[in-house]
């Protein structure tokens, strides 16, 4: 390696410690792009958020990409004119991040709201919202929160997150899907820019397309988010290092990976540590570990996992192409092996672990984000069966060791929330999923897309007959769903827009679900 590229990844590594920690550094310690215009048209965002600390995002969009490195004022305030000053400091956007801005901000009050902005030079950024949760083991009376995920830009409009902003929540949890790297669809509503999504430049202009929408922007400006990634962020099927299918084959899989998960930090309120070998470890290969737990106060619990970095590949797809397909179990005898997994055996020691703490059992709810639906979907009416195999029921015995784990160790009320399928399903999570008698040990809500097309309610009777842990599916409706908690109770509404097509489409309450703590039966509201 070169001198020059050594200071260079020293000086990269450098700029995202001072970046992270959100130093306030004088401007004279770093060079000064000349900024014209207005750099913050991609918006601004919080995320990742504990009971005293948030991270803090923008990227600058910038004419030259290969600017010089740009300070960026930031402030933290305890009311919306910035009146009353919390914190402020500076953190420098260099080109290695795609000027990105990664604030985390250490040391603010339990339980409460601030205001945020970002300047340069005379440019200001819209003012963002955001929160800290309560203080692990405080008494908490409520968590209001709205799952998301799949918001494929050329299958409609983001009309949903309009109508989100007005549910009055505390957190969006966004399970995967943030971006799509095709080039476009068939009677496509919007038609994104560049083609297939394959270098870390594409996955740049593909974020910053998303970025550029309004609704989502004013979105991500009204409260944190927490988030994790599906397949499309990366390629379509993928599983772990094993590619997946769609599109121009990638010479080197790895390191379009490795671009893509840059592309995803850049972008995304994440915190630096997910990071762990650093940015230049990921085209080593290192993990990007985004998967973690946090408490808000005693009345949750919030695991966010990741059921795509680790996982391995899908087993009997038809014709053995890469990617998913349906599969008969009774074809295919590694369907069930015991050595397979969706989360990696490091994920699922930690997740065992987790739920065997304290914490697991004195919270009075424990909710899981994860990709995709867990409860078992048999396809086939009658006898045998037709699973997917790019979901849990790809994954029969990684399925069961996550069910066992809640019932060994009596977790409090699990909750699971997933995406990834383009349709509601609501239901029950069983300790047996081919038993229909055996009991259930929690509740599961899988969200349709924000946008992104599925197959119309045509089988869904059928489907609903053929697996009774099931209460609830939709396979037309897009939109959210939106979470309300209290010590007592979980209520879930799920809420969806009139038409993806329109712009200004409304949105109307497709169902409202209840369930009682202690109970993990699902009501209808």
């Not at 309560?134 to 968590?143: F, H, I, N, S, T």
């Not at 995920?149 to 409609?156: K, L, M, T, V």
């Not at 394959?198 to 989502?216: F, M």
Request: net charge neutral; charged share 20%.
């Amino acid at each position: 390696m070169s001198t020059a590229t050594l200071i260079q990844r020293r000086q990269l590594l450098q700029s995202l410690a001072a970046a992270g920690a959100g130093l306030y550094l004088p401007l004279s310690a770093w060079a000064q792009a000349k900024v014209a215009g207005n750099p913050f048209t991609l918006g601004i965002a919080s995320g990742s958020p504990t009971h005293d600390s948030v991270v803090l995002w923008t990227r600058l969009a910038l004419q030259n990409q290969d600017a010089a490195p740009v300070a960026v004022r930031w402030e933290v305030a305890h009311d919306d004119k910035f009146s009353r000053i919390v914190q402020k400091g500076q953190a420098q956007a260099v080109a290695g991040l795609a000027h990105s801005v990664h604030v985390e901000v250490q040391g603010l009050e339990p339980d409460r709201w601030y205001f945020y902005r970002f300047a340069v030079g005379d440019a200001l950024s819209a003012t963002g919202r955001t929160r800290t949760f309560p203080a692990p083991g405080a008494e908490v009376a409520r968590l209001r929160l709205a799952y998301a995920s799949c918001q494929r830009w050329d299958h409609g409009f983001y009309s949903a997150y309009r109508h989100m902003r007005d549910e009055a929540l505390d957190l969006v949890i966004f399970l995967g899907d943030y971006i799509y790297e095709y080039p476009g669809a068939a009677r496509a509503v919007r038609v994104p820019t560049g083609g297939w999504v394959l270098t870390l430049d594409d996955y740049r202009q593909r974020y910053a397309l998303h970025k550029s929408d309004a609704e989502l922007q004013a979105m991500h400006a009204a409260c944190p988010w927490m988030v994790t990634w599906d397949d499309h962020e990366v390629q379509n099927d993928y599983a772990g290092l094993t590619p997946g299918d769609g599109g121009p084959p990638a010479p080197d899989f790895a390191a379009r990976r490795a671009a893509a998960y840059q592309a995803f930090y850049e972008h995304m309120p994440v915190r630096a540590s997910v990071l762990t070998q650093a940015m230049a470890g990921l085209a080593s290969g290192a993990e990007m570990r985004i998967y973690h737990r946090v408490p808000y106060g005693r009345l949750a619990s919030l695991y966010m996992l990741d059921a795509r970095q680790y996982k391995d590949a899908q087993v009997c797809t038809r014709d053995g192409k890469a990617g998913s397909s349906s599969l008969n179990p009774a074809h295919c005898a590694t369907w069930n092996d015991p050595a397979r997994s969706m989360l990696g055996l490091q994920q699922e020691r930690w997740l065992d672990a987790e739920w065997g703490s304290a914490a697991a059992r004195e919270s009075s709810w424990n909710l899981v984000g994860q990709q995709s639906l867990l409860g078992q979907r048999d396809f086939h009416r009658g006898p045998g069966q037709t699973f997917w195999n790019d979901g849990w029921d790809g994954y029969a015995a990684a399925r069961t060791r996550f069910t066992n784990a809640l019932q060994k160790h009596v977790v409090a009320n699990p909750v699971i929330l997933g995406g990834d399928v383009h349709e509601n399903w609501v239901g029950h999570v069983k300790t047996d999923y081919a038993d229909a008698a055996s009991a259930s040990i929690g509740t599961e809500f899988c969200g349709t897309s924000l946008t992104s097309r599925s197959n119309g309610n045509a089988k869904i009777p059928e489907y609903l007959a053929e697996n009774p842990h099931f209460v609830f599916a939709d396979s037309e409706r897009k939109g959210y769903g939106v979470v309300e908690l209290t010590p007592r109770s979980l209520t879930t509404t799920l809420r969806v827009v009139d038409d993806v097509a329109r712009a200004d489409s409304g949105v109307q309450t497709l169902a409202k679900f209840a369930v009682q703590a202690g109970r993990p039966v699902v009501e209808k509201a």
